[in-house]
Structures are given as C-alpha cells and as structure tokens.
C-alpha cells in the first residue's frame, strides 16, 4: 500500500533532507494528458481509497528556548489529525516510524473501544499490520481542502497553548490535543457537526484501518460476508463525496473539556 504525505511550502523548507521533496502533480492519482499535470503541479487534490492513503502535512514551530515543533498531518477522506512533537529537525525515516507507531496505536484503541473487535484479537490486528508492506512517498504539494484542516489545527495549538501559559506541546498534550480535534465541536450551531455522527473522522479512520488490517476479524453485526471482512469504506466514495459535513473546529470548549 501507498501512503502519501504531501507538505506544504513551509514543511518542505524546514525538512533536513539532502535533497528538495519533488513536487507532486495529478499523474499520480490520475491518467491526465501532460498539459492538465504541468497545470496541477503543486497544488494536487489528495486521494485516499483501497491502494493508497494520502495525508497533508504541515509544520508549527513553537516560541521555546530550544528547538520545539509539531508536525500537523490531516487524511484526506476522514480529516483525521495525526499531532506528533518534536524537539529537532526530525529525518523522514524518524516521521514515519512515528506516525506509524500512531496510526497503530490509535487503531488498537478505537477498534477495541467501538465494540469492532475484541481485546483477545488485538495481537492477531497488530501481526496484520505489521506484515503489510507500507510504500512511502513524500511530495511538496497542498489540497487547499485538507490543508484547511491543518491550517485550523494550528490556531487551535496556538490558542491552547496561550490560554495555559505553555509554549510548547508535549507527547501526551500533543495526543489530548489530536483527541479534541478528531471529536469535532459538539456546541457546533443547529445545522452544523453538532455531534459526532456529523461527520466522525474517527469512524472514518477507523473504517479505512480495518479494511486495510482487519481482514477474517470482524463478527456480526460488522461482518460484510461469511470470510469475516470489514466493508471497504471507499466503494461508495463517488456518491458520497461532498455530502459529508466538515469537521474544523474551534477552540472555544478545549479548556473547559480539560477543567
């Protein structure tokens, strides 16, 4: 499988790697003629479905005496936010270990807590896992869409860490933080995400993961058919697209859902 982390102008720059990322152009998801990917070049729409999973990435620096940072990245057809600190210029390599050590961990505890699978079968989902190839690629590039998310995630960090006199984030505020955004506003205005089944960017991750890792695990009622598998999650993506409410949120309730 494909994973796709595309990265903003900023990210890019601020990167240690010997050479630049190169930049992504719509060839990737699609068959264009050469004239639509030059025009694409940089600003491509991510797309994430049965081979691939793509995620935009972006960068905070934090005003602390030493180096502090947090990598920001947003999947495309969920909106899930993925929060991971830094206290230098991390490698790729050290980016994707980490997120995958996240994408894992998140995964356990959601498909065990939603009532999916059972905690005697979470050894079985992380050996199904680990034995998936994972193909990385890194592409400068920015979906205006997703990169909103990111952009909203950002003023979030900002105002939580003003309001509690922090100037940086650490690995558990970092988890707590990602937890809130991935909620949504449950005080969202009548018409709005006004609760979860609004728009579940963790019922959307969820779903992808064990689609992807989860397969012979599931029992009824999340069984599709009698080998056990969980429903592919992009086979009515088509009709779907842009039914499905945002989920940016604000800041407005994080303190008092921490008091």
């Known amino acids: 499988m494909q994973i796709i982390f595309s990265v903003n102008k900023t990210m890019a720059r601020w990167l240690s ?7 992504m152009t719509r060839s990737i998801f699609t068959a264009d003629t050469p004239e639509d990917q030059t025009a694409a070049i940089g600003t491509v729409a991510l797309l994430s479905d049965t081979q691939q999973i793509s995620w ?7 005003p602390a005496s030493d180096e502090r ?6 999947e495309a057809y ?11 210029i991390p490698s790729l390599h050290t980016i994707e270990t980490d997120f995958i050590a996240r994408w894992l961990e998140d995964m356990t505890r959601f498909a065990v807590a939603s009532g999916r699978l059972r905690r ?14 994972r193909d990385f690629h890194w592409y400068q ?7 909103s998310h990111v952009v909203d995630a950002e003023c979030n960090l900002m105002n939580m860490l003003v309001d509690a006199g922090e100037s940086y984030l650490s690995p558990g505020r970092a988890e707590e933080m990602a937890q809130y955004l991935n909620a949504g506003d449950r005080t969202a ?3 709005q995400a006004a609760s979860l089944d609004s728009f579940l960017p963790v019922q959307r991750f969820l779903q992808d993961a064990l689609f992807r890792y989860g397969q012979g695990m599931a029992e ?3 069984a599709v058919n009698e080998a056990g598998d969980f429903a592919d999650p992009y086979a009515d993506q088509a009709k779907q697209f842009g039914q499905v409410k945002d989920n940016v949120v604000g800041a407005g309730r994080f303190g008092q859902t921490q008091s």
């Open 78 to 88: 969920s909106r899930y936010t993925v929060l991971l600190p830094y206290q230098t």
């Open 120 to 133: 005697d079968q979470v050894n079985q989902l992380f050996q199904q896992f680990m034995s998936r190839n």
């Open 189 to 191: 205005a009548k018409g």
């Open 69 to 74: 940072y947090t990598v920001i990245m947003v």
């Open 141 to 147: 590039n920015c979906d205006m869409s997703v990169h």
């Open 17 to 23: 790697e010997p050479q630049a990322l190169p930049a």
């Open 220 to 222: 009824a009622p999340y």
């Open 56 to 62: 935009q990435c972006g960068v905070m620096e934090h």
